[in-house]
C-alpha cells in the first residue's frame, strides 16, 4: 500500500536450540515478502553458561559458539533482505519502577 512500509518482527530465536525449520520458515516469509523494516525483539542466544538457572551441563555449547551462530543467522537476514532496514530490541526492566525499557540498535 502507497505510504506504508511492510514491517516483520520476530524473537526468541534462542540460538543454539532454535529449531532449523523454525528459522528456514522466518527466512522464507522474509524472502517472500521483502519487508522495509525488520526487527528482532530480543532472546537470539540462551547465554546457558552465563544463566544461572537449573540446566543440565552436557548441553552446553559455549558462549562463542552461540555468537557465532547469532552472527550466522544475522548474515542469512541480510542475505534474504538486504535491502531492509534491520533493528534489534533490548529490553532492559527497571525493577524498581516495574517498567520496561526498549533500545533500539541498529544491525
Not at 532454535?18 to 522466518?26: E, K, Q, Y
Not at 517472500?32 to 544463566?51: Q, R, T, V
Amino acid at each position: 500500500m502507497k505510504g506504508y512500509k511492510k514491517l516483520i518482527a520476530f524473537g526468541d530465536e534462542h540460538l543454539p536450540t532454535a529449531h532449523a525449520a523454525r528459522l528456514r520458515i522466518m527466512l522464507d516469509v522474509i524472502e517472500a515478502e521483502k519487508p522495509d523494516i525488520i526487527i528482532s525483539g530480543g532472546d537470539m542466544i540462551n547465554c546457558d553458561c552465563l544463566s544461572d538457572y537449573n540446566k543440565t551441563h552436557d548441553k552446553l555449547v559455549g558462549l562463542e559458539i552461540e555468537l557465532k551462530q547469532a552472527h550466522a543467522w544475522i548474515e542469512s537476514i541480510n542475505k534474504a533482505a538486504p535491502k531492509a532496514e534491520k533493528i534489534i530490541l533490548k529490553e532492559k526492566v527497571n525493577i524498581c519502577q516495574n517498567q520496561s525499557l526498549f533500545y533500539l540498535f541498529k544491525l
